[in-house]
């Protein structure tokens, strides 16, 4: 059993929480905790090896934490996702292959693309895929049209899995804190489009990849993973492309990773990720 816990902090909150399973005769084999002295803020992730009846046990912890703590007692431990994409494929692919062979964490419901390129491969993974294009409608039908697909299937998270379309609030607002991207540079640099050829032009040393949580502010969400490497002035931005495709593949999987095993905490515009 998991369970997750995020609050105000305040004296006696790990000997409290503590008290609680040890009075129901719950054995802690993980604990992890971090308190953000700025923002005052609690975070702890515990698995016990015994389950228990989650109502009689959170009901134990509001009593003992601080009012609007949250509280997650065994979350649902094998999402569900939609993912959306574009036209390039790296990402879909090391996610389909993951799912295929169960190791992924959660289980992708369907496959949305606003270009038909991508279907051949979502077929061949028995995966449905979705074809809804953007031209020639406004921002506001195309969004409504992937909304209806994706409220069917119901997912936990929605992953852009380099979907190349700026979302609108309205569309971010209906699913907060669950929309996860990859972003192919090392934010906040580069942000919006053509990071490499940006990147090649100002000489940089070091690309990378950021996958985030998505808010109303261009790739500025709250971020779950970062991951860099080194590059020289040999290297033409067609170098930085091949090499960036493969860091955004391995910085989404692991953000996918941490996410679905309910690791990482949003507070505000910051996350706190156990690892």
């Given at each position: 059993?998991?369970?997750?816990i995020?609050?105000a902090d305040?004296t006696g909150?790990?000997s409290a929480i503590?008290?609680v399973l040890?009075?129901?005769?719950l054995?802690?084999?993980?604990?992890?905790?971090?308190v953000d002295?700025t923002e005052n803020r609690f975070?702890m992730r515990?698995?016990?090896t015994?389950?228990?009846?989650?109502?009689?046990?959170?009901?134990?912890?509001?009593?003992?934490?601080p009012p609007a703590?949250?509280?997650?007692i065994?979350p649902?431990?094998?999402?569900?996702?939609?993912v959306l994409?574009t036209?390039?494929?790296h990402c879909?692919?090391?996610i389909l292959v993951k799912?295929y062979?169960?190791?992924l964490?959660?289980?992708?419901?369907?496959?949305?693309?606003?270009?038909?390129?991508?279907?051949d491969i979502c077929?061949?993974?028995?995966?449905?895929?979705?074809f809804?294009?953007?031209e020639?409608k406004?921002?506001a039908?195309f969004?409504?049209?992937?909304?209806?697909?994706?409220?069917?299937?119901?997912p936990e998270?929605l992953v852009?899995a380099?979907?190349?379309?700026?979302?609108?609030p309205?569309?971010?607002?209906?699913?907060p804190k669950?929309i996860?991207?990859?972003?192919?540079?090392?934010?906040p640099?580069?942000?919006?489009a053509?990071?490499?050829?940006?990147?090649?032009?100002?000489g940089?040393k070091?690309?990378?990849?950021t996958a985030h949580?998505?808010?109303?502010d261009?790739?500025?969400?709250p971020i779950?993973?970062?991951?860099?490497?080194?590059?020289?002035?040999?290297?033409v931005?067609a170098d930085?492309?091949?090499?960036?495709?493969?860091?955004?593949?391995?910085?989404?999987?692991?953000?996918?990773?941490l996410?679905?095993?309910?690791r990482?905490f949003v507070?505000r515009?910051?996350t706190v990720?156990f690892?």
């Amino acid at each position: 059993m998991v369970i997750v816990i995020q609050c105000a902090d305040q004296t006696g909150l790990v000997s409290a929480i503590t008290g609680v399973l040890a009075a129901k005769k719950l054995n802690i084999v993980s604990l992890r905790e971090h308190v953000d002295q700025t923002e005052n803020r609690f975070y702890m992730r515990l698995e016990v090896t015994e389950a228990f009846e989650a109502d009689l046990l959170l009901s134990e912890f509001q009593r003992v934490l601080p009012p609007a703590a949250l509280i997650t007692i065994n979350p649902l431990p094998h999402k569900k996702i939609v993912v959306l994409v574009t036209k390039e494929y790296h990402c879909l692919a090391d996610i389909l292959v993951k799912n295929y062979f169960s190791s992924l964490g959660a289980t992708v419901s369907a496959v949305i693309g606003n270009y038909p390129d991508l279907e051949d491969i979502c077929k061949r993974f028995n995966i449905p895929f979705f074809f809804v294009s953007h031209e020639n409608k406004d921002k506001a039908t195309f969004e409504d049209e992937m909304t209806e697909i994706i409220l069917t299937y119901a997912p936990e998270y929605l992953v852009l899995a380099k979907f190349m379309r700026i979302l609108s609030p309205a569309f971010v607002a209906q699913f907060p804190k669950q929309i996860i991207n990859i972003h192919h540079s090392f934010l906040p640099a580069f942000i919006g489009a053509n990071p490499y050829k940006k990147a090649f032009e100002r000489g940089v040393k070091l690309i990378g990849a950021t996958a985030h949580f998505v808010t109303n502010d261009l790739d500025e969400g709250p971020i779950i993973t970062q991951q860099t490497i080194s590059v020289n002035h040999s290297q033409v931005t067609a170098d930085m492309v091949k090499t960036g495709k493969e860091i955004e593949t391995s910085v989404l999987a692991k953000a996918l990773r941490l996410v679905f095993d309910d690791r990482v905490f949003v507070y505000r515009n910051k996350t706190v990720v156990f690892d």
